[in-house]
């Protein structure tokens, strides 16, 4: 369960057209459903009109492996649930940005609803015994929902995003409500030990929940939650295995000769204020500003890939970072070479991993980020051993991947001083880097991850599951 399917549904003559959607939980979890089977349910990026019919049918339809159950919402419960709660008010408050939050009743009305539409779509899914695998910051509610109706069932939650200390999460007034809501689970997942740590210093806060911070559980209405660190990883033979075809390899040469210049950064990212690409844009600045030999021979590749689009704030994100393309490329372009190329579209797998393979270096900066898989998809993607990952510490995956080179996104001289370090490093210690990371990477790849939710609950005889810590 997701707030969005792995396809955008729009109506067509006698039925309905499905084309793919784009995002990182949909790139993370779909290569497990097409490996175990199941339900994906989520809403289809459509709002409903009166007397249509949610979609409920096989994918792929070429070759069927699992089904999408559609939660239809109407215009004013999404306006509401997601733009109003999930995304102006949990999304900042989760990452640190609390003066961007906005609190409004009526959106957490309209959160409420739409939990309880998808809880009654996962009971009609839910066979005895069958997992329910509950994901992100906006179905909090879903399992104590589901919990309510179905004590038998195994539920699993997973929180993608940053989990704020309790001083940031407490302001909000429904804080408890959702503390509640996700504790109906029998297990729940982090990114890093951080926001674990975060979530059971606020759950202290919940009456009648006793927390043992040592073992990882809440015993709560006399059931242990076990809760647990599990950073996601990529599917390792899809991007390693990309990047290894010819045709790939020739791409990546390809673009690297219509650039023209010796050295190439990339960056890959929604446009979203916590992404910090106008923070990137003036460090790239003060790095040509501070190193003129590098002007005319480096350019910069940002991608960004429109999000929430209908959003002032996200509006005022686009228009940041269009004004300091425009900028720089003003300041330090040269005829008709220009140090920055902006591409504001997402790409395909095969076209980002030629980015990936043409990169000198990634720029994955974020000022906050649960996790970035464009940091281990870059890795995953340097089958070569070369290439450098510069990563903000605010990055969840900053945990895991320390032989990237970090920088600080915030001060504009730190990140600048970690862009020329990427672009002087000497060859065998890039290959070095390189080694180590990959290595980590396919060691905690999507299997891996997989393997360790699944571990959490073992399903046994019909109506009965049993709780297991993680390997």
């Not at 019909?462 to 297991?468: D, R, S």
Request: proline fraction near 7%; charge should be positive; hydrophobic fraction near 45%.
């Amino acid at each position: 369960m997701a707030n969005r399917l792995p396809y955008t549904i729009r109506p067509a003559p006698g039925g309905a057209e499905l084309r793919r959607a784009v995002g990182g939980l949909v790139t993370a979890v779909e290569p497990v459903l097409l490996a175990e089977g199941g339900v994906w349910i989520g809403w289809g990026g459509r709002t409903a009109a009166p007397g249509e019919l949610p979609v409920n049918l096989a994918v792929p339809r070429e070759a069927p492996r699992y089904r999408i159950h559609e939660v239809l919402l109407t215009a004013a419960e999404y306006r509401g649930y997601y733009h109003g709660f999930a995304n102006s008010c949990l999304w900042p408050l989760s990452h640190l940005f609390v003066g961007r939050a906005v609190v409004r009743a009526e959106h957490w009305e309209a959160y409420r609803a739409v939990n309880r539409r998808f809880a009654r779509a996962a009971l009609e899914n839910a066979a005895p015994g069958r997992l329910v695998w509950v994901h992100d910051y906006h179905l909090t509610l879903v399992p104590a929902f589901v919990r309510e109706a179905r004590p038998d069932v195994p539920i699993a939650f997973f929180w993608h995003i940053p989990f704020p200390p309790p001083e940031a999460f407490l302001v909000l007034p429904w804080a408890r409500d959702i503390l509640a809501g996700l504790l109906g689970s029998d297990a729940i997942g982090f990114h890093t030990a951080d926001y674990a740590r975060n979530f059971l210093r606020t759950v202290r806060a919940l009456p009648g929940a006793e927390v043992d911070e040592e073992q990882g559980a809440v015993l709560y209405q006399g059931r242990v939650i076990r809760v647990q660190v599990l950073p996601i990883g990529v599917d390792w033979d899809a991007f390693d295995g990309t990047a290894r075809r010819p045709a790939v390899r020739r791409r990546a040469e390809a673009i690297r000769a219509a650039l023209g210049t010796p050295h190439i950064l990339l960056g890959v990212d929604r446009l979203d204020y916590t992404k910090g690409i106008p923070e990137r844009l003036a460090a790239f600045g003060a790095f040509l500003d501070a190193h003129p030999e590098y002007r005319g021979k480096v350019t910069f590749i940002q991608v960004g890939v429109p999000s929430r689009s209908e959003v002032p704030e996200y509006q005022e994100v686009r228009r940041r970072v269009e004004e300091a393309v425009g900028r720089l490329n003003g300041l330090h372009g040269d005829g008709w070479q220009v140090p920055v190329r902006y591409v504001v579209r997402p790409f395909s797998r095969e076209e980002l991993v030629a980015h990936y393979l043409a990169a000198d270096a990634a720029l994955v900066t974020p000022l906050r980020d649960g996790l970035n898989l464009v940091a281990k998809e870059y890795v995953a993607s340097r089958v070569d051993g070369a290439g450098v990952l510069v990563l903000s510490p605010f990055a969840g995956a900053a945990a895991q991947l320390p032989e990237a080179v970090l920088a600080n996104p915030y001060e504009v001289n730190d990140l600048a001083a970690g862009i020329f370090r990427a672009l002087a490093m000497d060859p065998a210690e890039k290959g070095r880097r390189m080694e180590a990371l990959r290595r980590r990477v396919r060691e905690h790849d999507l299997r891996w991850w997989w393997d360790q939710v699944r571990s959490l609950l073992r399903v046994g005889e019909p109506g009965t599951a049993t709780l297991h810590a993680a390997g």
